[in-house]
């Protein structure tokens, strides 16, 4: 419905002062990167090295990354009868993202249902909505047991390079641990929440006391377990925990019962939306797990949520919701009148509305008015990653818990023994650096290496200009690699395992079929990437790549990422029309764009 009672105006000069706020003209390089003094960070808190001999064999397929991209490709091979699959993975066991995010009280943020790969293969039900981490990374190994992939497995191995033998129609992988083995085809799915990032906070180096990344968790410090046992070395502590995105946001309340006194520094509040977490009932799963039950969930979440055209939302969480608003208000426009102005003013009043309530339940939950205010969110709320929680805004009703907001200029400086705000010291026993993963950053600095592809050509060079692909899985002059991702595919962001299942089918499909008929390789033509390329430049992007939002990782913070970035975006359709499409061209047995050799 229309609200007269919106300030629309007044909205759009607050959100453009609270984004001029944080504007800072180092963007990414505000970050530090984690090397040299600060290597340590990268530790494996989890699992020992266990000593192995260096590989030099040879396998069917080689999957670097052992996360939801690499179970779920594998997963497909091995069900295509490919079994030679070795998975390659820095961490300690399969998981990806959830090997490493342990921190007390981290779940997903998409409905476990939709989020949760390969549940109806493995007949796993997940026990609650959203469910815990420690029920994620369980998943995740019971993917690899189910599909026998420990034993083939590189695990706290790290890809140092990777080329093309063309006289052979193989690749060639050497690792940091004396690894150099063949595979016929490759898969990359090293996705961007794995190499966490510091804040580049003057004096960072000086600290005393103790300080650990959430992404290596530092439970011998904190006491506790990843499963939710209380931090009860924490008492008598005072804590500072540095960021205020989706990671503290879950984590925080299990700080508040624990310290003498937790300091949470912010320099942008995050969106907090009620999550109405719940155990799911085995009665009622098993009256929706039929056959092909998960596939079906998928593709209604996806419909309501990016574009289709569902009569029923199975899901009905946060990302849901604000869609149906949208549909809902550009439903209210004539077909005459749906030009893309229109679309976008619709699309604006339903968020307003939306972020409007957000903003509301803040202060209907959070006692102290002053601090209810500065917990805030004032930009559309696909700007940055929307939050769900039914406890974290309640944690600011703890005595213990104390919210120094920066006013959007972050922390000034740390010392020997405290983080200094504004002029003032906060003395403090640990810091807890909340700052998430690096995101813009080039992909080999991430990856660790460079593909290089057919006459010595390496992937930077290829992408120089901006990622070029055909449906984001198949790259020319990289002949039998795939990349597992969502750009330039569906690019659907709140359910990013939904985009990886879709690549893995379709590349077991193209490996399979090239097995079948005797192919040694096969590649993406140089006329097929290309009009795949101009497709894509025909879309009209996504918002949370807006300059206008306030920064943070989902718009380059808020500088201009150059025109490579043009090329960061989807099927120009959609979604759920991107799916169709994918399908329709693994079952037509044609694979156009594709040459096999």
Not at 141 to 154: E, K
Not at 302 to 321: K, P, R, S
Request: with cysteine.
């Amino acid at each position: 419905m229309n609200r007269p009672d919106l300030d629309k105006e007044g909205l759009r000069r607050k959100y453009l002062e609270e984004r001029n706020k944080r504007l800072r003209p180092d963007g990414n390089q505000q970050y530090l990167e984690l090397k040299e003094g600060f290597a340590h960070y990268l530790d494996d808190p989890y699992l020992p090295v266990t000593p192995r001999e260096a590989k030099t064999d040879h396998v069917s397929f080689a999957f670097i990354g052992g996360g939801f991209a690499g179970l779920a490709t594998a997963a497909r091979l091995v069900e295509a009868g490919i079994t030679d699959v070795r998975i390659i993975d820095k961490g300690g066991d399969f998981g990806g993202t959830w090997y490493w995010n342990r921190y007390p009280g981290a779940q997903c943020d998409t409905a476990s249902m939709v989020y949760m790969p390969l549940l109806e293969e493995t007949g796993h039900m997940p026990t609650e909505k959203y469910a815990h981490a420690p029920e994620i990374l369980a998943h995740c190994q019971r993917i690899g047991r189910h599909y026998g992939l420990y034993d083939n497995a590189l695990l706290h191995t790290q890809v140092r390079a990777l080329s093309w033998d063309e006289t052979r129609s193989r690749w060639l992988i050497e690792t940091h641990r004396g690894d150099a083995f063949t595979a016929q085809h490759i898969g990359l799915g090293t996705g961007p929440l794995h190499v966490p990032k510091l804040p580049g906070i003057p004096g960072i180096e000086s600290f005393l006391g103790h300080a650990f990344h959430t992404s290596r968790w530092d439970y011998g410090y904190t006491g506790g377990d990843p499963s939710g046992a209380p931090l009860d070395k924490l008492a008598g502590k005072r804590v500072a925990i540095i960021g205020t995105g989706a990671t503290s946001v879950q984590c925080v309340p299990h700080l508040a019962r624990a310290c003498e006194a937790l300091y949470v520094f912010q320099r942008t509040p995050s969106s907090v939306d009620a999550r109405h977490n719940a155990p799911i009932d085995p009665e009622w799963f098993a009256g929706i797990a039929t056959p092909g039950w998960q596939q079906r969930w998928l593709e209604n979440f996806t419909a309501n949520q990016a574009g289709g055209n569902a009569e029923v939302d199975l899901v009905q969480d946060g990302w849901t919701d604000l869609a149906g608003r949208i549909r809902a208000q550009i439903s209210k426009l004539a077909p005459a009148e749906r030009s893309v102005p229109n679309m976008l003013a619709a699309y604006e009043e339903a968020d307003f509305e939306k972020m409007t309530e957000i903003r509301a339940r803040t202060d209907a939950i959070v006692q102290d008015r002053d601090t209810a205010d500065k917990l805030k969110a004032w930009y559309r709320q696909l700007c940055k990653r929307p939050c769900f929680h039914d406890a974290y805004l309640q944690a600011f009703n703890h005595p213990a818990v104390h919210l120094v907001d920066t006013e959007g200029r972050g922390v000034e400086r740390i010392t020997a023994t405290g983080v200094v705000v504004a002029g003032r010291t906060f003395p403090v026993d640990c810091i807890i650096y909340a700052s998430g993963f690096e995101v813009g950053t080039p992909l080999q600095r991430r990856a660790g290496f460079d593909l290089i592809g057919q006459g010595g050509r390496r992937l930077s060079e290829h992408w120089a200009q901006g990622m070029r692909s055909q449906h984001g899985i198949h790259v020319h002059g990289f002949p039998n690699a795939f990349f597992v991702q969502p750009t330039q595919g569906a690019n659907l962001i709140s359910n990013v395992p939904h985009n990886l299942t879709e690549a893995a089918t379709t590349i077991a499909t193209v490996v399979a079929h090239a097995r079948d008929k005797g192919f040694a390789a096969v590649e993406v033509t140089e006329a097929a990437e290309n009009a795949w390329v101009e497709l894509l430049r025909s879309s009209p992007g996504r918002m949370t790549s807006s300059p206008d939002c306030t920064p943070g990782y989902y718009n380059n913070e808020g500088q201009d990422p150059g025109p490579a970035a043009r090329l960061n975006v989807g099927y120009p359709a959609g979604a759920t029309a991107y799916f169709k499409y994918l399908a329709e061209w693994r079952r037509s047995g044609r694979f156009d764009g594709l040459a096999f050799r």
